[in-house]
């Protein structure tokens, strides 16, 4: 089972997976521009959770919302604990340049995050570590 430190973790890095550390994409070619953001604004619902190698879904009791505008994510999820359902709500900034994903949280102590984000269809995955620790969230937009 996971710990409040762990499942505080988990929700600061899923979300998406979502902030504002800034990662450079360019390279040393001059005239070359940075890949353009992503525009992942919208309403999503979570789908899965993945951290230590244990996944999540609504069917085993997890559920999430995320809204992101184009620099800034509202985020709310609950996961089970031993205790009854544990819900953490975060909000931050988050910027992508090519599928670079980086974020910042401005509830749970500035937590930084860095990783990568997919978006197929109306599925958007954020892979992200922070303090160490890897998170894997898939959300689907609701838009």
Known sequence: MMTRRSLR???VLSIVALGGLATACGNDDEGTDPP???????AYVLVSVTQGGVTLTPTEGASG??????????L?????????PVTTEDS???????????QESDN?????????????????????TTAGIQVVSVWSNTN
């Not at 931050?92 to 980086?102: F, H, R």
């Open 9 to 11: 973790a988990l929700t």
């Open 36 to 42: 353009a953001a992503t525009d992942l604004s919208g």
């Open 65 to 74: 919302t995320l809204t992101l505008t184009a620099t800034t994510y509202l």
């Open 76 to 84: 709310s999820v609950t996961v089970p604990s031993q205790a009854g």
């Open 92 to 102: 931050g900034t988050y910027q992508t340049s090519g599928n670079n994903w980086t």
């Open 108 to 128: 749970a102590g500035g937590f930084q995050g860095v990783g990568t984000f997919t978006l197929v269809g109306g599925t958007l995955t954020v892979d992200v």
